[in-house]
């Protein structure tokens, strides 16, 4: 889903049009796909539907500050999932980030994301043509196709206790591409103006 997500967005910065008639499309594939993901790990699904409403009774306890970094973790065994108490990760990053620094930071993360988002729709037609062009469209698929794969998994800013610190090696390079539009920016801020 994250990929497709991504590849939309990319042929949509270059034509609504298109994507939207991919979109439609796409609706039925998709459908049956997500069904038969789910249907092949039911386990897996309904168990974080059951974490997920488990962390969001927790944050009910901080809801604007959160449990701090990492902190969640620990308390999480004093709540019933599935008839056990055992320690528990939600595997969606939007409830990580409420757990540990409440809605005051995930509004501050939403902001982060609109911003550089933003920049990048702005860079998409400011952006010389060939690589920097190129590059821009590919940050722009690659954040929202991070974002989305943020539903499912804690990839992007990887819960410790889940993915380990090994986590980091794999999710830092799309924080990096992300700062290349910077970059971008300063290259396009330098340009003569014609």
């Known amino acids: 889903m994250p990929a497709l997500a991504a590849i939309g967005v990319i042929i949509g910065a ?7 008639l991919l979109a439609v499309i796409g609706l039925i594939p998709i459908q049956l796909i997500s069904s038969s993901a789910i249907a092949s790990d039911e ?4 168990s974080r539907l059951d ?3 488990v962390v ?3 944050v009910k306890a901080s809801p604007i500050l959160g449990f701090g970094p990492a902190n ?7 709540f ?9 990760n939600s595997h969606n990053q939007y409830l990580d ?8 930071g995930l509004g501050c993360f939403l902001w982060f994301a609109w911003e550089t988002g933003r920049l990048g ?4 037609k400011q952006a010389p043509a060939g690589f920097a062009q190129a590059y821009v469209y590919g940050v722009l698929g690659g954040l929202v196709g991070m974002l989305v794969s943020g539903v499912l998994v804690d990839w992007f800013l990887p819960f410790v206790y889940n993915i380990g610190l090994t986590g980091f090696r794999s999710s830092m390079l799309a924080w990096a591409f992300l700062g290349g539009l910077v970059t971008i920016e300063q290259i396009v801020r330098r340009q003569p103006e014609s």
């Open 14 to 20: 270059r034509s609504w049009r298109v994507a939207l």
């Open 43 to 46: 386990y897996s699904y309904f």
């Open 51 to 53: 974490a997920w409403l």
């Open 56 to 58: 969001l009774d927790m």
């Open 72 to 78: 969640y973790y620990g308390y999480t065994i004093l």
């Open 80 to 88: 019933l999932i599935r008839g056990y108490y055992s320690y528990f």
């Open 97 to 104: 980030i409420i757990a540990q620094v409440g809605f005051l």
């Open 121 to 124: 729709w702005q860079l998409r």
